[in-house]
């Protein structure tokens, strides 16, 4: 059976995690996990993949607001805070409705980053809508790539650093749900995780970008995992590792549980 052994959300897009013990699984994601994106004067998102020092910027959670860290300076928001015009801004092919957050934190933001960027905040559950091609009907997705969540097992990242001459950790990947497995790559074959009354389907192996290769400590762009990744996880135009999966009954999760799927 599949354990929860970590749990993250990313409330910035493309910002570092933050772990936590308890998480309310919503259709369009984590509650507050990737509500708040940059975007550049296009409206569309900005990402490590562009700018690898979002990576250093560390984001707190209190109860009412949102702290974001930098190098010793740090600039805070209240949760619910938007204001101007609607804004409809860009995540790939599919657009979304936001709000800037904040002239003055996307002002703090722009200086630190080296490029005009607005913080801008997802506005509601429904903001934003993801085709599926592969369940041929649409979704409702916060502000991450494609699907809500991402889910790997410990033993997929250790049978990958078995093969790197450097190891990696799991930050690299950006998960949502971490589970626990008895193979590598198990979370591909898994159709469906059950923790408590919150369900969880499995609709496709995630495909890896160079994102990957951004170390997330130091900020810096490598050529590895993806390298090693390529010789053995390539399926067609696509790098497979972690699993994307849709919440299709929200409810509460937490560390330590354990699924009733086998």
């Known amino acids: 059976m599949h354990r929860i052994e970590s749990l993250f959300i990313y409330p910035i897009k493309s910002f570092a995690g933050i772990s936590m013990q308890t998480c309310h699984a919503l259709g369009a994601g984590f509650e507050y996990d990737r509500r708040w994106m940059l975007i550049d004067g296009n409206n569309r998102f900005i990402s490590q993949r562009e700018y690898p020092k979002l990576a250093l910027f560390k984001v707190n959670l209190s109860t009412s607001s949102v702290h974001i860290l930098y190098e010793g300076d740090e600039v805070g928001f209240d949760k619910t805070l938007s204001f101007g015009a609607t804004i409809t801004a860009t995540v790939w092919g599919d657009q979304a409705v936001v709000k800037e957050v904040n002239v003055d934190v996307s002002n703090w933001l722009s200086e630190r980053i080296g490029a005009e960027v607005r913080l801008v905040k997802l506005q509601g559950e429904q903001a934003r809508l993801h085709h599926s091609g592969k369940l041929s009907t649409d979704i409702h997705v916060s502000l991450a790539d494609g699907y809500p969540y991402l889910v790997l097992s410990e ?69 590895e995992p993806l390298a090693t990744l390529s010789g053995y996880r390539k399926q067609g135009n696509s790098v497979l590792f972690g699993s994307n999966f849709i919440c299709t009954h929200p409810g509460v999760v937490e560390v330590g549980m354990v699924s009733k799927n086998l």
């Open 155 to 223: 033993k997929t990242v250790e049978h990958l650093n078995t093969q790197l001459q450097t190891p990696v950790l799991m930050n690299r990947f950006r998960p949502n749900i971490v589970i626990s497995t008895s193979a590598p790559h198990e979370e591909d074959v898994v159709g469906q995780l059950t923790f408590g009354d919150t369900i969880f389907q499995n609709v496709k192996p995630c495909g890896r970008c160079v994102m990957i290769n951004n170390n997330q400590e130091a900020a810096t762009m490598g050529k």
